[in-house]
């Protein structure tokens, strides 16, 4: 069965400071895995999708990374700004059919 | 393009009644997905429609079910409610297989 782990669950740094968010995974026979960004009481946001294929994808501040291998993929913000601040969820494919197993998130606040 | 809408934003029931949630996904996307979230269990997948198919469903009961329409609008139905319904829902909308796009969630509240 697969799981997805979060790692930290929650994370505050000063604006500015380049940071790394993990998620982990125990099946490594994925699709293809995505970074969401939540902000409170609303729907998530699509930033990054990496498919199964791919090792990294990069929009703007934001790089993801994905080792299917060891079942790990990070995701990358550069130059944090305190709009930055959200809980990030990150979800894997299973069946390519957008059955999304989902981490238990990682809430970041980024201080002014 | 509008983005996905839900209807409606805040509902509140009784438990036993049954609920009706809707989902207007894009113009020209055709798969629709349905998400439970809640504090305890976190986001979990429902089931994933695609030109009016039910191409994959998650592990909830039978109470738990959905359809999709020929202009690609969703509903999903909770028949029976319980306490422990009680939970945000969040569809989302893509082409097929690519990017996902939510909507803001219609949060049930079952007394």
């Known amino acids: 069965k697969q799981e997805v782990t979060q790692i930290p669950a929650a994370l505050s740094v000063p604006e500015g400071e380049n940071l790394v968010l993990n998620c982990s995974f125990t099946?490594?026979?994925?699709?293809?895995l995505q970074w969401f960004r939540q902000d409170p009481g609303k729907g998530l946001t699509s930033l990054l999708l990496i498919q199964s294929s791919q090792r990294e994808q990069t929009s703007g501040r934001l790089n993801a990374s994905l080792d299917k291998s060891s079942g790990r993929s990070t995701l990358y913000i550069a130059a944090s700004q305190p709009g930055d601040s959200a809980t990030y969820l990150c979800?894997?494919?299973?069946?390519?059919?957008?059955?999304?197993?989902f981490g238990t998130g990682t809430r970041l606040k980024v201080l002014a | 393009k509008a983005g996905v809408t839900q209807t409606p934003r805040y509902l509140i029931k009784t438990r036993g009644q049954q609920v009706t949630l809707s989902c207007s996904p894009i113009?020209?996307?055709?798969?629709v997905s349905w998400y439970q979230q809640t504090p305890g269990q976190g986001l979990q997948f429902l089931f994933e429609?695609?030109?009016?198919?039910?191409?994959n469903k998650g592990n909830f009961p039978g109470r738990f079910s959905g359809r999709q329409f020929s202009n690609s609008r969703s509903e999903m139905n909770v028949s029976t409610l319980e306490l422990g319904d009680s939970a945000l829902y969040l569809c989302?909308?893509?082409?097929?297989?690519?990017?996902?796009?939510f909507g803001p969630g219609t949060r049930l509240t079952v007394l």
């Open positions: 989302a909308s893509s082409e097929d297989l690519d990017t996902q796009y």
């Open positions: 429609y695609f030109s009016e198919t039910q191409r």
């Open positions: 113009s020209g996307h055709r798969s």
């Open positions: 979800a894997v494919d299973t069946s390519g059919t957008y059955k999304y197993i």
């Open positions: 099946d490594s026979a994925i699709y293809n």
